[in-house]
């Protein structure tokens, strides 16, 4: 059975860049067709998309992130990756990564000096 | 970017009540709609995709329907493990858009 679990920095300074890595377990992020995401979302509000990566490396951001948002994957080590740079406070955030059925368990990533 | 309008924003009903929940777009995005559950300090859950499509494992009492840019969640038979927050997702363009969630309380 597929499973996904983040891992990275649980604090981030403002300015710097966030990076998290999702592991996946049980499978193999090369095979079948999978889109791997990223999603986050701050403590007490909703959720929001902020982008995926598909197999064969093609990459889809929100443009509301876009500019800062680079989602990579390493099929040798089976992880795909989030960066985001330039952070504030606003990104912080639990950060899951997902293939929309599957799901972390989330990060707790807070930008803080 | 595709809007989800999610109402209500939130719901109070009791154990055994019907309940349905709406997710409205602001243009067409035919079926690709899911549905998902999140309860406090867990990771959403799906529950249905392809708008109507029970996803594996979920009890039957929860269903959905529609499609274009108007669709339900319906949970037939409120049992106390349903009491969490909902949100639909729609992945028909980018970016891909939630819904803000609907609450569902204990009445």
């Known amino acids: 059975q597929v499973q996904l679990q983040e891992s990275g920095p649980g604090l981030v300074k403002p300015s710097q860049t966030l990076s998290l890595t999702c592991t996946v377990s049980g499978g193999s992020i090369s095979s079948g067709s999978y889109y791997w995401s990223w999603i986050r979302q701050p403590a007490g509000k909703g959720l929001e998309w902020i982008g995926r990566?598909?197999?064969?490396?093609?990459?889809n951001y929100n443009p509301s992130l876009k500019s800062r948002v680079t989602i990579s994957v390493d099929t040798s080590k089976n992880q795909f990756s989030l960066k985001l740079s330039s952070v504030t406070a606003a990104d912080t955030a639990v950060y899951y990564c997902a293939t929309y059925d599957l799901w972390g368990r989330g990060t707790l990533v807070t930008v803080s000096s | 970017d595709i809007q989800m309008t999610q109402s209500p924003s939130s719901l109070s009903a009791s154990v055994g009540d019907r309940v349905t929940i709406t997710c409205r777009a602001s243009?067409?995005?035919?079926?690709?709609l899911g549905w998902y559950q999140q309860k406090p300090g867990k990771a959403p859950k799906r529950l249905i995709y392809?708008?109507?499509s029970l996803q594996s494992g979920v009890p039957s009492r929860f269903s959905g329907s529609g499609s274009g840019t108007e669709f339900t969640l319906t949970i037939s038979s409120l049992q106390p493990e349903d009491f969490a927050t909902y949100y639909c997702l729609q992945h028909n363009s980018y970016p891909h858009t939630f819904g803000q969630g609907t609450k569902l309380e204990i009445k």
């Open positions: 990566i598909y197999t064969s490396g093609s990459t």
């Open positions: 243009q067409g995005i035919r079926n690709d």
């Open positions: 392809a708008a109507s």
